[in-house]
Nanobody, 124 residues
Framework: QVQLVESGGGLVQAGGSLRLSCAAS????????MAWFRQAPGKERDFVAA????????TYANSVKGRFTISRDNAKNTVYLQMNSLKPEDAAVYYC?????????????????WGRGTQVTVSS
């Protein structure tokens, strides 16, 4: 059974940057698509970004395009989310997820396992 552990969240001022990491254990990530989702208080869990098993294909929510970058290092069994130009509306708990297919998806129902999340707070 795969375990996913997110890290890198914290408090940042608007306009600042953070890099989130998602480390996997129990299964090599190299053949699976991965994604980041986020959930703000009182709201549904929303798609942020996804990446194919090789890293050659990525997809982003419109709200983060041009500001966030998803990447992966299969040798380290880790997926990253580089977040730049952060806005107060980016504040949420960020979750990583794994999908037992090679192609990325923006649908949370397509993902089979989730981490516990890391909190991102953006001050204005």
């Amino acid at each position: 059974q795969v375990q996913l552990v997110e890290s890198g969240g914290g408090l940042v001022q608007a306009g600042g940057s953070l890099r989130l990491s998602c480390a996997a254990s129990g299964r090599p990530l190299s053949t699976y698509a991965m994604a980041w989702f986020r959930q703000a208080p009182g709201k549904e869990r929303d798609f942020v970004a996804a990446i194919s098993y090789s890293g050659s294909s990525t997809t982003y929510a419109n709200s983060v395009k041009g500001r966030f970058t998803i990447s992966r290092d299969n040798a380290k069994n880790t997926v990253y989310l580089q977040m730049n130009s952060l806005k107060p509306e980016d504040a949420a708990v960020y979750y990583c997820a794994i999908r037992q297919y090679r192609a990325p998806s923006s649908n949370s129902r397509d993902y089979d396992a989730w981490g516990r999340g890391t909190q991102v707070t953006v001050s204005s």
